[in-house]
């Protein structure tokens, strides 16, 4: 059993950074891949970044790839997502989630533990 809580949403300016973090209680927090999933009103839920259980393979959608960092520590049982060159279009809630596939995952379906969300919202 693993619970995610998420933080670190906020509003910023178009061209911004925000940094989130997603805590995770459960013993075995190392053994399972992470991923960031990102939710606009209107929209379907849809895959953002994965990190596998070490931290050293990332995957990220085309649509943020070289702007989003996912990184994960085993020690505080945290995954962060660093957000640079923010775009409107990058508005949402995001949710973190966790699966056992170790080596993480585009899909949304493989990912059992979900957390709470938390509002992103790009302004111009």
């Excluded at 085309?62 to 989003?68: C, D, I, T």
């Excluded at 085993?74 to 923010?86: A, F, G, I, R």
């Amino acid at each position: 059993q693993v619970s995610l809580v998420e933080s670190g949403g906020g509003m910023v300016q178009a061209g911004g950074s925000l940094k989130l973090s997603c805590a995770a209680s459960g013993r075995t927090f190392s053994s399972y891949g992470m991923g960031w999933f990102r939710q606009a009103p209107g929209k379907e839920r849809e895959f953002v970044a994965a990190v596998n259980w070490s931290g050293i393979s990332t995957y990220y959608a085309a649509s943020v790839k070289g702007r989003f960092t996912i990184s994960r520590d085993n020690v505080k049982k945290t995954v962060y997502l660093q957000m640079d060159s923010l775009k409107l279009e990058d508005t949402a809630v995001y949710y973190c989630a966790a699966t056992r596939s170790s080596g993480g995952t585009y899909y949304l379906n493989e990912y059992m533990y979900w957390g709470q969300g938390t509002q992103v919202t790009v302004s111009s």
